[in-house]
């Protein structure tokens, strides 16, 4: 038998099933820098030692989207090396901060399992657990997953989906340990909105694009070590329905987060991504654009606010031309216009 | 309105103006590295631990051409996210070594202002300066260039030119602290030419050249958190004239200082840019090479020489076939060849 | 005359030649974490602090591959720069372990010069050793590589040809120093494969593969500050016979051992290449594969397996489809097919 691994197929997952991911990562603080010539990211708290500081913190913490990219990519060897699409994200909720010289290991537990009517595939929900070298719990997120078989054919196994939450709510919100904003110095930040500069339902245009080359997405991707077949094989993926290698969903996220800094600059802190899905697959060549809306603002006391906000990613086209199009879709319950690639709802901390 | 910011215009600016540029940058290890990954820079000062405290550290200094780019990196948003062209530098002075950790903070003052007759652009002259985390004085440089404006329409402003040097004078050239050329040893650093062994006049063929594609000029320029719109769009600027995105103009520098590392591999410190302009714009594909002209050479004493270079990056072309045209130029002051894309003059220590 | 230097012809080269390579590096974490982004690789002693730590050190050592790269890119600049093809490594011996902090200088001796009848080239065979900055030898390993002439003729000089081993027997395999493989958690590697689980002439086929583009290669061979100019130029390049770059060949050998993980993942410690060749050259948009065979096993006692491996790699194409092509071309001795790329026979440790 070959001792290498061709990953889980469908038949494979069992209901409360526990998967001790492997090959745990000290996170480095280059990992950060690199991270930084990614993505173009320019968020004060993760780059600007002093600032750092000022916000409670010894050294600048890992930017918790880095942190996920890392925690996520340990999880793929055992359940999405053979996934046909990643469907969604909830309850992904920031415990506490991790920093440089931290090792993150991953646990996941199966939480659902779902056949899908045309035999070939099923989707997988789990639950996975990051916790860093202490045995702390420093990252906790839900996601669900189409996974092929490794057989056609269906097996009438009892569905079981789980119940998960729409959001985080704001009252059990995890507020990150050592974080204060009482002393927040927006000058630093690049921009002055804090919390009450933001009303509801208020729309956000990124305006800068970013175009994703194949070296970028690839070598992210093998940062995270994230290893699904997908983003990394062209000899494959070209005879494949897309023709070519598909930019790993998460980049996409970080591009979007990277983007949205023009307008959200004192948004520092990702506490929790309520939702999350990848509307349509992204390929190098693309340049990828955002537009943010205000679902919700809370002043949480201490200087802290909290903003649950909807940030759509798009790509080759403008905010200008998508906007009616979007909310006639909303309005229709229709599906969003194939230019849509990401589509998150999450929670940021921010300055009052 | 819309919170994220299309950039300063030619109107926002105004004579004496101050900007205090946001989102300073600690430096890491790892920028060093990647730098060294994006340029194959080989100078010894700034990658072998050894070889800098022989020359006076405890440990390398950040290389000057990169801390140029991260400080520079931090003017763009305020200064020059609207920018038509970077028109040119001037009085760039190396003041101080910068290590690892040290976090930078730039401040930019406008020096000049001048409305160009066509009504659409003008030209805007700032000085900057970058400080330390102790409030130090690092680096301090002029440059031009020209910004949209606005609104189409000519304001009669009064035009202001500052008075720049064309050179910082081997005299008041900054000599950076701790740094010891006494006990150099060529052996380590791959040549045996000193000061002496360059005569004034003399040109050097660098020979190498290097192709830049898209991953890397844009990681460059991203590690930068540079984040000008024309080197990272691909959507907009297929329907520039240029058709494609542009290789930032500081990768250009940096590309040519690697390069010339082959027949200056003793001059490791860049003490000033006295002149710099960026003749035509590089993209994807091209192959970059350079040549240098040495214009002056000086003893300073104590082990220290000062060489003042010009150094001519051009692209897909042999310096055989460039020479002759370059010298017809200059003697007839006519424009030099389309393929040349950087002109810059400046002022290195070199052991005697 | 030109300062800088067109590199050495074989001509230059005399037996017995001693060549102290400048420009030494000093290996930084960030080198780590870049390679890990450039290759995908995930074994887990070198990105899992604690891990090492399992393994007897106080934190990860380098990955012997990144310092065979580093080593070998000092030595290019005055062995390989006119290089047509690298034939061949023997006698890679991994001596002692290396961490981030230390600087590693070489030193090359010619122990072998042999003419081709063509009169334009000449083979030069070297053995290059790496220390580190308290001089002990970390790193030893011969190659044999084919140099251009400065001028084409045949000098008729007496043809040296040393001896080479073909293998670095078990018994004096270097063993790392601290290394123990007595505790070994192999959930924590993501397989459980022992030394016993492998058997003498089994194959592994390695399933992933690894598509390579242009920016990705190169930036792997400038952080190694290798200088070969048929890497990077594509503006000479494209008048090759190629018409394009080539590919590092060393780039090659890291993706096969990242590759190889999938099999191999408690294959921990490369110790020694036996021999080594680059088939076929490789180009951007190649996709890598690996095949190995288990060519010998041994229990060395305490805890320590030693492993020889052959691996193979191959491009575009599937082990399905190459293997009968190649036990067919064995069994003839004739030529292997021309998507191998590599052919490596390496020994690892391994838990028993």
């Given at each position: 038998m070959n001792k290498a691994s061709a990953g889980h197929f469908f038949e494979d997952f069992s209901l409360g099933q526990v998967l001790s991911h492997a090959t745990a990562r000290t996170i480095t603080e280059a990992d950060n820098s690199i991270y930084i010539a990614l993505t173009?990211?320019?968020?004060?708290l993760y780059c600007n030692h002093e600032f750092a500081e000022q916000l409670g913190y010894k050294k600048p913490p890992i930017d918790n989207i880095l942190l996920f990219q890392i925690a996520f990519g340990k999880t793929v060897n055992d359940i999405s090396l053979n996934a046909v699409a990643n469907l969604g994200y909830a309850e992904v909720e920031f415990i506490e901060p991790v920093f440089v010289g931290d090792t993150i290991t991953v646990v996941s537990e199966v939480i659902g399992l779902k056949e899908n009517s045309n035999g070939k595939t099923g989707i997988v929900y789990v639950h996975s657990k990051a916790m860093n070298q202490q045995g702390y719990l420093v990252l906790s997120w839900k996601r669900w997953v189409m996974v092929n078989k490794?057989?056609?054919?269906?097996?009438n196994t009892f569905a079981v989906q789980p119940q998960l939450s729409s959001s985080v709510s704001f009252e059990s919100l995890p507020t990150p340990q050592?974080?204060?904003?009482?002393?927040?110095?927006n000058r630093l930040s690049g921009e002055s909105f804090r919390l009450n500069d933001y009303d509801k339902g208020e729309w956000i245009d990124h305006i800068d694009g970013l175009t994703i080359d194949d070296s970028e997405h690839t070598m992210a991707t093998k940062l995270y070590q994230n290893n699904a077949k997908v983003h990394f094989n062209h000899h494959q993926m070209a005879?494949?329905?897309?023709k070519q290698r598909l930019v790993y969903g998460g980049h996409i996220i970080s591009i979007c987060r990277s983007i949205s800094?023009?307008?959200?600059?004192?948004?520092?802190?990702?506490?929790?991504?309520?939702a999350g899905s990848h509307l349509n697959p992204s390929f190098a060549g693309d340049t990828i654009y955002a537009a943010t809306q205000v679902v919700k603002t809370a002043?949480?006391?201490?200087g802290f606010g909290a903003m649950r906000l909807r940030t759509l990613g798009y790509k080759n086209n403008s905010w200008k031309a998508l906007r009616p199009q979007f909310e006639k879709a909303v309005s229709e319950k229709s599906k969003l216009h194939d230019d849509f690639v990401l589509d998150i709802d999450y929670t940021v901390l921010i300055p009052v």
């Open positions: 173009g990211s320019r968020y004060s490794r057989q056609e054919g269906m097996q050592s974080l204060t904003l009482s002393g927040y110095d005879s494949s329905t897309h800094h023009n307008g959200l600059a004192n948004a520092q802190w990702v506490a929790a991504i309520n002043d949480l006391g201490a």
